[in-house]
Structure formats: C-alpha cells, structure tokens
C-alpha cells in the first residue's frame, strides 16, 4: 500500500512544485555564500603569531567551514523541498505570534546597542530581565536574580576561563586595577 503523502486526491503522484521550503533553502545558500566571501575582510589576523609552525590553521578556516556547510545543507535543503508535500501554516500565524517574534526581534536589536554602550553584563541582564516579563513571568525577585547571575557567570567563563574578550561595564575602563568585572 502506497503512504498517502505519496499520492494526491486523485490517486496520482503529488506534483513536485515550488514551495516555502525552498525559498528558505535559496535564503541559506545565499547566505551561506555571502558569508564565505565576507569572512576573510571580517576576521582580524593575530598581532602576535606564537607559534612559527607553517602548517598552522588559518583563523578564518571554521568560519569558513560553518558558511560552506550553509551552503550544502542549502543544497541538500533545496532538492529535498520538491519531494515534500505540506501546506505553509507560516500565514496561520494569529496576531499574537507575530507580535511576540517582532518585540523579541526588536528587543535583540537594542541589546547590541546596549551590550556596546552598558557592557555584557548590564545589556545581557537587561535583555533577560524584559524578556521574562514580557513572555509571562511575575516572579520579579527571580527575574532579578536569574538576569544577574547568568551574564556575570557567562562574562567570567568567557573571559577568565576561555580568554575571549566580551565588553565590560563602561567605569571599569577607569577603575581597570580594581575592575570586579
């Protein structure tokens, strides 16, 4: 017996067509490529080579690899869409849904020029204390705590642990021998 996704109303295969899936996977080859060709002229070489070894791996190579890996699963992606049949429930989105993805776009967007003006900490702590609220929760003390605890716990793994730089809280560039973050 033949599946029912296999065959239409009339008993004939389904007709392989153009579908939301496919414009999703022309967006990531897109990207994928736009980010290949970029990545180079975006990623600063070291001041300082440590090692003098000539095999050594270029910095931008995993990049690289992550936006070629864009680009195939785009591919795969986009061959495999003709041989899916499923309606676009993207347009029963009510108002709602869409309200909650755009604020939380929004709210992304002013986080980047929060984490840059406040530092890591301030701007993630913010971002997370709106967020919690705006998606239900009331819990307020909690809030606070969790929206404090985890930047300043990811601001030390990252940059005592893995050495990576975040940007600090704007005063400790004049406190820097006392810096607590």
């Not at 604020?103 to 919690?132: D, E, K, Q, R």
């Amino acid at each position: 017996m033949a599946e029912a996704g296999n065959q239409s109303a009339n008993g004939a295969p389904p007709e392989k067509k153009f579908n939301y899936n496919s414009v999703a996977s022309i967006l990531f080859i897109l990207l994928g490529g736009a980010l290949f060709l970029l990545i180079p002229h975006q990623i600063e070489k070291p001041f300082i080579v440590l090692a003098t070894n000539q095999q050594e791996l270029s910095v931008e190579l995993f990049p690289q690899i992550v936006a070629s890996a864009f680009v195939g699963l785009g591919i795969w992606s986009f061959f495999k869409s003709f041989s899916v049949d499923e309606r676009n429930q993207l347009m029963d989105l009510d108002r709602e849904a869409v309200t909650n993805v755009s604020i939380t776009l929004g709210a992304m967007a002013a986080y980047v020029v929060l984490m840059v003006n406040l530092g890591f900490v301030v701007g993630s702590a913010c971002l997370i204390a709106f967020l919690a609220t705006f998606f239900g929760n009331r819990n307020y003390y909690m809030t606070a705590i969790v929206s404090i605890v985890i930047p300043v716990a990811v601001f030390y793994v990252f940059t005592g642990l893995l050495q990576t730089s975040l940007p600090p809280f704007p005063i400790d560039t004049f406190l820097t021998p006392y810096s607590i973050l």
